[in-house]
Each structure stands twice: as structure tokens, then as C-alpha cells.
């Protein structure tokens, strides 16, 4: 389908995200698959422990991101897709997509899957689950180990840490700005190939 207009991107980027997450379930064990409930993706509230801990970790790649944009002297709040109504941080939200599953995905499935993670580490409050302390604890070091971890940029072909990924992304993009990018290449993993509309 080609995207004529941002209302077609959204479109497009809703169904797929419909369809990732209606199979998310099948990347954790079926151990892990049989103590949980989810039926999709709900975020305020989250109403079961996949979601809760799925929000506290893009909570936590968000936080890195902005970082990230105001290190380079961008403003987190002027995006390109996202909007910064209610005073959003629309930049950071932008670079989120391509990290959220090299790194925020990918520390969830993997809390649940090495035991982290389990359903007794949430509770349920009026409807909402969340995070108990313990749980909290593991995450945030399950997303340290991951931000920490290195791999091949596929731009510029050196290794970097994931974390140290987010601000040179954020450096293609004031490239783009500054004229001295001709065009914005998103981090890439498993030989995809993807850039945004940014240019």
C-alpha cells in the first residue's frame, strides 16, 4: 500500500501495529504464554502484566531518547510524525519506532522469558496492573544490560552500544537539518532495510 499522506502512514502503521501485536504473545515460551493473559495492547491503563512492563520500558527508551535530542542541541518537542500537542516530546517519540524492538521489545520478552519476570511480580490495582518493586528492579536492569550491549551500526558500520546508537541517530538528524545529511537512515538489525520521510 503506498502512503500518500501522513493520515496513510498513521493508517498504515496502525494495522501493522495491530498485526505485530495480536502475534507478540508468540515470541515468549509457552510456559511463559500459559500464566499470562493478553489481548492486545493497552497502555493507560495497562490492563495485564505484559502491558505494564512493556510501557515501563518504553518509559525508560523514551527518557534515553530525549536525552539523546537535547545532547545535540535539538528540541525534543519539534517531531516530524508525532505530534507535540499536550506538550509531547514529538522528536524523541519519532526516533522511539526504531528502537522500540531491538531494545525496549526485546528487554520484556526476554525479563519474562529467563523467569525476570512472572505474573506474581505485578499486582492489580482497580483494573490496572503494575509493577511491583522487584519487578521494577529487574527491568531496569534488564534495560541497562541491553542499552550496554554492542552491536554493528549499519550506517557507519562500527560498533556501538545500543544507548550510544540513540544519539547518533539523533546527530542524523540535525545532519538532515543542517544540510550536511542528505537523507535521515534508520538503525536497521538483521539485514532490513528502512529510512524515514524525514528528509
Known amino acids: ?11 498504515v502503521e496502525g494495522d501493522a501495529a495491530a498485526r505485530y501485536f495480536a502475534a507478540f504473545p ?9 500464566t499470562l ?9 495497562a490492563t495485564d502484566p ?29 517531531g516530524f510524525l508525532h505530534s507535540s500537542g499536550r506538550n509531547k516530546p514529538a522528536l524523541a517519540l519519532d526516533l522511539c519506532e526504531e528502537f ?21 511480580s505485578f499486582s492489580t490495582v482497580t483494573g490496572a496492573a503494575r509493577l511491583r518493586d522487584s519487578a521494577r528492579s529487574a527491568l531496569i536492569s534488564a534495560y541497562e544490560r541491553r542499552v550496554a550491549t554492542p552491536f554493528r551500526h549499519p550506517t557507519f558500520g562500527y560498533t556501538v552500544t545500543w544507548r550510544r546508537a540513540m544519539e547518533i541517530q539523533a546527530r542524523l538528524v540535525l545532519g538532515v537539518l543542517d544540510g550536511t545529511q542528505q537523507r535521515y537512515k534508520g538503525v536497521t538489525i538483521r539485514g532490513a532495510t528502512r529510512s524515514t520521510g524525514i528528509c
Request: glycine share 8%; net charge negative.
Open 1 to 11: 500500500m503506498a502512503a500518500t499522506s501522513i493520515d496513510d502512514v498513521f493508517g
Open 26 to 34: 508468540t515470541m515468549l515460551s509457552s510456559a511463559v504464554r500459559d
Open 100 to 120: 522500540r524492538t531491538p531494545v525496549a521489545e526485546s528487554v520484556v520478552i526476554g525479563a519474562f522469558n529467563n523467569g525476570e519476570l512472572k505474573d506474581t
Open 37 to 45: 493473559t493478553f489481548t492486545g495492547r493497552t497502555r493507560r491503563p
Open 50 to 78: 505484559l502491558n505494564a512492563a512493556l510501557n515501563f520500558a518504553y518509559g525508560m527508551l523514551l527518557s534515553d531518547l530525549i536525552r539523546a535530542v537535547v545532547t545535540c542541541g535539538l528540541d525534543p518537542h519539534a
